[in-house]
């Protein structure tokens, strides 16, 4: 029996469901076909003005983002496909808080649809930090498919997974 690393929080049933595509060699196929764009989002500049422009449309009241870039250093091993964080500083006499989101570099050649995901995961933690009801709802809010996509992405993960193993 194939180990799900990526999906191993998920019903048995859909576990299963992946397993049957792996044996039958077909998961390459479901991911293909269902995400067959890709995005020609590959530089950092790129990328910081693909999330200004995701937050502009639905975050508007949440604190500007300074930096948004991949990180080659950032994947899977790491427990992380993005990162959000909030790097304090003295300037003057104030304290300046520059917000900052990194997301992993395999997203430069991930279809269109698992960067969006990413992207509005990392600007929800904007406005709310856990992953609780508020920040899925969130989430939903920015992308109506966000927990299919979520899904999805972690299926990629396995197919990419598989392929790095032959």
């Not at 992308?143 to 396995?158: A, K, M, S, T």
């Amino acid at each position: 029996m194939v180990h799900l690393k990526y999906l191993q929080h998920y019903p048995a049933a859909l576990q299963s469901q992946v397993r049957q595509l792996i044996t039958e060699n077909r998961l390459e196929q479901y991911i293909t076909q269902r995400y067959a764009e890709p995005h020609f989002v590959q530089t950092d500049k790129a990328l910081f003005q693909y999330a200004s422009d995701l937050k502009q449309s639905h975050l508007r009241t949440a604190p500007p983002l300074d930096k948004v870039h991949y990180d080659s250093k950032l994947d899977m091993t790491h427990h992380a496909l993005g990162l959000n964080t909030a790097i304090s500083r003295v300037q003057g006499g104030k304290l300046k808080a520059k917000k900052e989101i990194r997301i992993a570099a395999l997203f430069k050649a991930a279809p269109a649809s698992f960067l969006r995901m990413i992207v509005v995961h990392e600007l929800a933690h904007l406005k709310v930090r856990n992953h609780d009801k508020a920040f899925f709802k969130l989430c939903e809010y920015m992308e109506p498919d966000y927990h299919q996509l979520e899904f999805d992405l972690r299926v990629y993960l396995e197919w990419q997974s598989l392929k790095n193993r032959i």
